[in-house]
Every structure is written in structure tokens, then in C-alpha cells.
């Protein structure tokens, strides 16, 4: 889009952004935040290749400045960004975090004791394929009567376990399923449509942290959760939760870690099929995706569906 006298005067992050085309093709394309995505890049380049070359190598294909800007075809449609990579989640690493899981769950002290402990709780969320982009249904399970959004600062690993840059992301969760047994916890964290990212991943160099996120959740055109934090809030260094990922762990096309949330809406709020979550990032973007249900051994949740248990009532 062109630039007007109002967005030149806007500061602007680049990013590197994830597209499909109209003709199917995945490509990656460089541009900003704020103005979406203005000149695709070679043809194959892949997030794993632009990983592999260290912490130097998104800013270098985000910020090169050769060749023209390529116009992005009508009807291109951006994805999450990212491809090969794992996503990774740590969890309790906000003092919020560490009490609401204690309120929901059969085990308290085990979640009282990680967030202290030397060694941080870390755990797969997502194959790159499973993820969804802006604008794609984030799931909530059909047999979970109490389920959130985490709204996360996502770090961009390297290869070689060093942060290249940032992005936004929501590690939706059943707090039903992982309130009735810790062990329980990949199903509670793992399913269609439970790990969503973007806009874009935004270089270190470009933007760095501490960042505000902002929560809102849009339920028939109306706000009914408006919250944020800051990740000045996350007890641990950023670099510390890589190190401990990368302790036994090979990451041939880097990673994506999701950095724990600060923002738990209080029982009995859950989110329902129909629901919008929109998470503010600052220099980040906008993550923005609609809500479904995803399983149907209970059948289609919907607004007329019990609400979430009261605090404590997950305790079984």
C-alpha cells in the first residue's frame, strides 16, 4: 500500500512474514508490522535456512536492502511464521501464572515448586504444520468445560540457541483437563487449533523486550476481557529458558519458546465457540483469531453451555 504522510511518521518494525499465494505457493516476504508484508524473498528460502545462520540471519533477510520492492498479489493470505521449527512452551514463569495453576489443580505444590525451582517447566506444544496464523480458528476441546487463552511473548531461536527476534503467541489451554491431574498436561496443551503465532517474527535488533501484552476477548461484539502485563514480569532470563531447551536437544531449524503468560482471566470466564482473542503486542503486531470448537465426543459447544467451574471446582 502506499505510504501516506500519516504512516511515514509512524515508527515501524520490520518483519519477516509467512505467505501463501493465490496460486498455492509458500513463500517468505519482508516488510513491516505495521504496513503488512511488501517485497517477497527468493524463491525455497525457508525460516529453518534463515535460522541456521545464526542470530544475525533474520534481521539479514528481514533488512536487506537489495532488489525492488516485489508487490504481493492480491488474494495472498499470511500464515504463522514459522515452517520446520518445534514450538516449545514454559509454564509458571509469571507469579499469576503460578497461582491460578494452583488454583485449578488436584497438586498445587507441584506448580508452587517449579516456579521457584532452579529448572523450568518446559514442554512441546506444537509441530510448525499444527499451527495457526492471523485470522485462523484457535481451538478449544469439546470435552473441557473451562478453557483460556495464554497470551505469550514467543522467542525465535537459532540453531545455535541464541534469540534472533520475537513474535506473539497463545497457548490456548484446557484448564479443566490439566486441573484434574498434572499428568494430564499434553492434553490440555496439545490439540487441533491449540498454538497459534504472528503476525510476523520481528528481529532482536529491531524491537527488544521488555513488551506490553494486551488480552481482549470479543464475545458477540462486545469486550468482555480487556487485560494486560508486562514481560518485565517473567521471573527468569529469556536466555536462561533457551539454555535449558537447548540443555539435551538438537533444534536443526531453530525453535519457537513461548515464555509462559501473565494474563489468566479469573474463573468463571472460558472461552466459547464464537469467541474473538485479540493479543496486542507493541512493536509485535496483532494476533487476532476467531474461535471453534474442535472434537465432538460431547458434541458442539456453544453459548448456552454450562460455565467454568467456580475457582477450585476443577479439584476432583
Known sequence: MAATAETRDRPVTAGLFRLELPD?????????????????????????????????????????????????????????????QEVWAAGVTYERSRDARMEESTEASVYDHVYDAERPELFFKAPGWRVRGPGESVGVRADSEWDV?????????????????????????????????????????????????????????????PFTLRLVIVRDGAVIVDEATSTARIRRPLIELVGFLGRALELPSGAILLTGTGI??????????????????????????????????????SRGAAAAPAQGAARR
Do not use: H, M, W
Open 149 to 209: 487463552p495464554e497470551p505469550e511473548l514467543a522467542l525465535v531461536v537459532t540453531s545455535d540457541l541464541e534469540i534472533a527476534g520475537y513474535t506473539i503467541g497463545n497457548d490456548v489451554s484446557s484448564r479443566t483437563i490439566e486441573g484434574e491431574n498434572p499428568l494430564y498436561l499434553p492434553q490440555a496443551k496439545v490439540y487441533d487449533g491449540s498454538c497459534a503465532l504472528g503476525p510476523a517474527l520481528v528481529p532482536a535488533d529491531a524491537a527488544g523486550a
Open 264 to 301: 489468566v482471566p479469573a474463573a468463571p470466564f472460558s472461552l466459547l465457540d464464537g469467541d474473538v482473542v485479540r493479543i496486542e503486542g507493541g512493536p509485535l503486531g496483532v494476533l487476532e483469531n476467531p474461535v471453534v470448537t474442535v472434537g465432538g465426543s460431547r458434541g458442539q459447544r
Open 24 to 84: 498455492g505457493e509458500i513463500c517468505l516476504a519482508s516488510g513491516s508490522v505495521e504496513e503488512g508484508a511488501r517485497r517477497l524473498l527468493a524463491p525455497g528460502l525457508t525460516i529453518g535456512a534463515i535460522l541456521r545462520e545464526g542470530v544475525g540471519g533474520l534481521a539479514a533477510a528481514v533488512l536487506e536492502a537489495g532488489g525492488p520492492i516485489t508487490s504481493i498479489p492480491t488474494g495472498a493470505r499470511v500464515l504463522a511464521p514459522v515452517d520446520a
